[in-house]
Every structure is written in structure tokens, then in C-alpha cells.
């Protein structure tokens, strides 16, 4: 294990592999990798681009990336697909859209299955950024999957959060709708060239200016994740709205440009900490959360939780009740010790 945390260090993209793998699959080497290359976090800038499907997202990492490869940069791609409900399996097809960076040593792709999770990342997606900063990484970059309205697990993952809009998707009114929209730091109309990409630009700039001056939050289990002013002249960060068209390489020079000024802005303002405490709060509350409920059901009584279903469907007891039950049938014992 010292051996490979070693090569993972160094760069070695057969260890790093390795790493993931193990972090995918939850096992133990896992998790006693992920304890080691810890401390050695913190150096990446974490981009999340995410958006409805269709906008051209891997297109758009593909033409991001060969961008900073051009300035010396090295990026790690984190790429979510979506994993059937019925099937159990995912087409991983993300990798398809960025064979311009096979073979680029400076370059690290992973695709991911959602596994069942919502929220448009896998439950693995910040382990993996974790092992993928640790090997030295300069831009990590998560595409999420193709994300809905309320999807936005990206918010409390990246640094800098890029949401990817495209024309023929919805009219205005779709546009201006609550949700993803509301975490973006960068807001992008990709397929610029396409008909109806001038509407769509306008609807979302309509948008901004109907937002600016207003703190923008992001809530997180009924808490404030972020609190940012719109308004320039306060000192906080304008949202950029701008074009381009990944396939033909337009505006991604800008784009890369935008994404670097957002992040100097993060430095001096003193937001980066800010955003890195609440996203560490959120990642060990939910680590809690499913270390509680592992231990739980393990201290349960054999049988107890089927027993309690089997009531639940006879309507001889509410799911409140139920859950009161379950948790005095644990016996008080030491729930999530393990």
C-alpha cells in the first residue's frame, strides 16, 4: 500500500487507477488509501459543469481541456453517467465525446455510474476528485450527469460551478424556472450557433438582471450552503453569461478565461475557505448520516425491520411510529461504533 500511495503521488496513472477502483467499490484498501492522500488535498481547482441533457456537456470538457493543455495545465476528468433503474447497467459513453485527449499524458479520465444516486453525481464522485488531487492534478473537472431542475450535488462538490444551457430545450419560461440555474457561477449557452441560441441567450441575461442585487443561497438540509451578493460594486462575483460551440472550439478560450477569473476572485475574497468549510460540513454530515443508518440496522433485532415493513402495509402502525420503534429496538446500543 505505501508502494502505491507513493506512485499515486508521483503521478502514476495505473496506481491512480488502481485507487479508484478500490474507492468506486467502497472496499477497505479504499478507504485506507483515501486516509493516506488526504493531507495531501486541498491543491486542485475543482470545476463542475452540469446542465439538462443535450447542451453538448463532454463536448465542452473535451474543448475546455485541450484549452488549459495548452497552457501547461494538467486536468482530471470526472465523468458521471446515468445507471439504468432497470437494468442495473450504464453505457459509460461520456469518453466517447473526448477522444481528442486519449493519450495525453497530462490528462486523466474516469467515468462513473450513478449507482442509483440522485443528485447528478455517483456516491464516489468527491473521493475520486480526492484521489485525483492528490496525484497532482492542476483542473479537476465533474461532469455531472444530464441534471434536472433540483439536481444540484455539483454546488457542494466544485469550486467553481459552470451550468451548460443550449437552445431548442424549453422556452423562456423554462429558462427562468428555480433550480439549477441558481448555483451556477458561470452560465454558458453552448450549440451557439444553432437556431434559436440568440433567444436562449437572451431569456437567460433577462434573468441575471432580474437577479442582480439579490443574495444568491444554496440550502443543503434546510441550511445555508452559500450566501453571495449579485451586485458587482458590493464586491461579489458577477455571473458571467457567455457563447460558444464546443464542436467548432468558439468562446472556449473565454470560457477557460472566465473560469480562471472566478477563481482568483474566490482566492481574494477570502470565499474559497468559506466554501470549502460548508462543503466539508455537508460531506461529514452525510457520512454520518449513512454510518448512523448502517449501524442501525445492524443493531436491529433479527427480523424486526421486515416485521416492522409487513405492519407498516397493514396500516397497524404510521411510518413516524415505525420510526421510533425501529430506533428503541436497536437497544441503545452504539449505533455506527464500526
Do not use: C
Amino acid at each position: 500500500m505505501t508502494e502505491l500511495i507513493e506512485r499515486v503521488l508521483s503521478g502514476d496513472r495505473r496506481a491512480l487507477a488502481r485507487v479508484i477502483t478500490w474507492i468506486e467499490n467502497d472496499e477497505p484498501q479504499g478507504r485506507q488509501a483515501l486516509a493516506t492522500l488526504y493531507p495531501h488535498t486541498g491543491n486542485a481547482h475543482i470545476v463542475g459543469i452540469t446542465g439538462a441533457p443535450g447542451t453538448g456537456k463532454s463536448t465542452l470538457v473535451n474543448a475546455l481541456a485541450k484549452s488549459w493543455r495548452r497552457l501547461g495545465q494538467t486536468v482530471g476528468v470526472v465523468a458521471v453517467d446515468p445507471t439504468s433503474p432497470f437494468t442495473g447497467g450504464a453505457v459509460l459513453g461520456d469518453r466517447v465525446r473526448m477522444r481528442d485527449l486519449a493519450g495525453d499524458p497530462g490528462v486523466f479520465i474516469r467515468s462513473m455510474a450513478t449507482r442509483g444516486k440522485l443528485g447528478g453525481l455517483a456516491w464516489a464522485t468527491a473521493d475520486v476528485v480526492k484521489a485525483l488531487d492528490a496525484a497532482g492534478f492542476d483542473i479537476i473537472v465533474v461532469e455531472t450527469v444530464g441534471a434536472g431542475q433540483s439536481e444540484v450535488d455539483i454546488a457542494r462538490t466544485a469550486h467553481t460551478t459552470v451550468v451548460v444551457e443550449a437552445p431548442g430545450l424549453g422556452d423562456e419560461v423554462q429558462a427562468l424556472k428555480a433550480g439549477l440555474l441558481e448555483v451556477a457561477d458561470i452560465l454558458v449557452v453552448n450549440k451557439s450557433d444553432r437556431p434559436g441560441a440568440e433567444g436562449t441567450f437572451r431569456a437567460l441575461r433577462a434573468m441575471l438582471d432580474l437577479g442582480r442585487g439579490t443574495p444568491r443561497t444554496v440550502m443543503h438540509h434546510g441550511r445555508v450552503m452559500r450566501i453571495e451578493s449579485a451586485e458587482p460594486d458590493s464586491g461579489g462575483w458577477e455571473i458571467p453569461l457567455l457563447k460558444t460551440s464546443a464542436l467548432n472550439y468558439e468562446g472556449i478560450d473565454e470560457l477557460a478565461g472566465a473560469i480562471a477569473d472566478h477563481r482568483r476572485y474566490l482566492h481574494e475574497t477570502g470565499t474559497l475557505d468559506s466554501r470549502e468549510r460548508m462543503r466539508v460540513e455537508a460531506e461529514l454530515i452525510g457520512r454520518l448520516r449513512d454510518a448512523l443508518l448502517d449501524g442501525l440496522m445492524q443493531n436491529l433485532p433479527p427480523g424486526a425491520f421486515d416485521e416492522m415493513i409487513e405492519k407498516l402495509m397493514a396500516r397497524r402502525i404510521d411510518p413516524f411510529a415505525a420510526v421510533r420503534e425501529l430506533v428503541d429496538g436497536a437497544g441503545g446500543r452504539r449505533i455506527g461504533a464500526d
